[in-house]
């Protein structure tokens, strides 16, 4: 699959999920407790579990775009952070060293 493909259903998954406002669906859930189609209870228990699915997708949708950010990148071969702190204290060691060898005068 495409990255832009993967992508844009990534955003639509995210769209369609974060869309769903908590006060929007507690509407929703509000208007089948009055037409009596579910107990107040039952309505409470519904928004809880919507909002935690909800929840869920944004969570999952976020790790999945990472993991697709991260493979991207490795594709491109750019280096990581970790990568670019790790050879700047390289650098300074050796500078270091060299600096022990020959005294700036």
Known sequence: MEISTLARKF????IGALSLTEERLE?????MVKKGEISRQEGRDLVQEML????????NLS???KKEFDSLMDKVDVPKQSEINELKQRVAELEAKLEQLHPAE
């Open 11 to 14: 955003l639509l998954l995210g």
């Open 52 to 59: 935690k699915k909800i929840k869920q997708e944004k969570d």
């Open 63 to 65: 790790e999945k775009i």
């Open 27 to 31: 509407q929703i859930i509000s208007g």
